[in-house]
T-cell receptor
Framework: GAVVSQHPSRVICKSGTSVKIECRSL??????MFWYRQFPKQSLMLMAT?????????EQGVEKDKFLINHASLTLSTLTVTSAHPEDSSFYIC?????????????FGPGTRLTVT | KQEVTQIPAALSVPEGENLVLNCSFT??????LQWFRQDPGKGLTSLLL?????REQTSGRLNASLDKSSGRSTLYIAASQPGDSATYLC??????????FGKGTKLSVKP
């Protein structure tokens, strides 16, 4: 149980275009989803937290107009990187937490490798 | 602001050796601490989760301890195998529910 998927696993796009990444909880209802970014040889950095049906909360330094997050249902959250630039190239990982998770445990997706050329 | 530090940054050991990975955090007000494994270019695999009220957790050859008052955790790997080679990440969860990660320890187990 507690499986989280991400799609696509890998995407290459041209500078200036937008890219959408999906995060799905497959076997549980995710009331909260988190989006992380990981640059090479660096740790995961939280970008934003989203609760189903409400606006995402962004971490300091993360542009909310550039990284659009939608958590429209209890099983799906999307991250859209708008007007992508090469410096946005990174590994994006989502995680999800269920409403019944008493330990606050998060379950992670496999990640999406974004390359902007 | 919570900061998580992992030492060493990299470790290379021969197969069969027991080893310890260290994690320290600056704010002891945590809900839990988790150890993850990350293979190159892949996502995270949760290894062990220790609640703030617990002192340790064990799973197979892995044992994680938590000393919240001193802001430390260790991950002990017994009888290491080449398949254990990966980056090990420590993360603490605060009151907001978000995880704060260390930079990881890259482990290489030589056959």
């Amino acid at each position: 149980g507690a499986v989280v998927s991400q799609h696509p696993s890998r995407v290459i796009c041209k500078s200036g275009t937008s890219v959408k990444i999906e995060c799905r909880s497959l076997d549980f209802q995710a009331t909260t989803m988190f989006w992380y970014r990981q640059f090479p040889k660096q740790s995961l950095m939280l970008m934003a937290t989203s609760n189903e049906g409400s606006k995402a909360t962004y971490e300091q330094g993360v542009e909310k107009d550039k990284f659009l997050i939608n958590h429209a249902s209890l099983t799906l959250s999307t991250l859209t990187v708008t007007s992508a630039h090469p410096e946005d190239s990174s590994f994006y990982i989502c995680s999800a937490r269920g409403s019944t998770s008493s330990s606050y445990e998060q379950y992670f997706g496999p990640g999406t490798r974004l390359t902007v050329t | 602001k919570q900061e998580v530090t992992q030492i060493p940054a990299a470790l290379s050991v021969p197969e069969g050796e027991n080893l310890v990975l260290n994690c320290s955090f600056t704010d002891s007000a945590i809900y839990n601490l988790q150890w993850f494994r990350q293979d190159p270019g892949k996502g995270l695999t949760s290894l062990l989760l220790i609640q703030s009220s617990q002192r340790e957790q064990t799973s197979g050859r892995l044992n994680a301890s938590l000393d919240k008052s001193s802001g430390r955790s260790t991950l002990y790997i017994a009888a290491s195998q080449p398949g254990d080679s990966a980056t090990y990440l420590c993360a603490v969860q605060g009151s907001q529910g978000n995880l704060i990660f260390g930079k990881g320890t890259k482990l290489s187990v030589k056959p």
